[in-house]
């Protein structure tokens, strides 16, 4: 049974960062790609950045120059640092890998 498990969400004030942290088990971690979405209320749920098994990201264009995703294979875990953070980023942050998604974690971005 496949588990993800979202962390490090809070409140941060505008400029601020956070790291956020998914750790992954009951797949094999290194041969999947990983993915970050979040959704904001009332709107869709879109995808954030992803990276692949060989560590190729991608990233939705809002977030470009501002976040990064990494993943370590070996603690089976993908981080998303998120620098300069921005009001329009407030959502609730999801991880997915293949099907499987976490509970997620909510970012607020307020002063």
């Known amino acids: 049974q496949v588990r993800v498990v979202e962390s490090g969400g809070g409140l941060v004030q505008p400029g601020g960062s956070l790291r956020l942290s998914c750790a992954i088990s009951?797949?094999?971690?290194?041969?999947?790609?990983m993915h970050w979405f979040r959704q904001a209320a009332g709107k869709q749920r879109e995808l954030v950045a992803s990276?692949?098994?060989?560590?190729?990201?991608a990233y939705v264009e809002s977030v470009k120059g501002r976040f990064t995703i990494s993943r370590d294979n070996a603690k089976a875990t993908v981080h998303l640092q998120m620098n300069s953070l921005k009001p329009d980023d407030t959502a609730v942050y999801y991880c997915?890998?293949?099907?499987?998604w976490g509970q997620g974690t909510q970012v607020t971005v307020s002063s």
């Open positions: 997915k890998t293949l099907r499987s």
């Open positions: 990276i692949t098994s060989s560590g190729s990201t």
């Open positions: 009951g797949i094999i971690f290194a041969i999947n790609d």
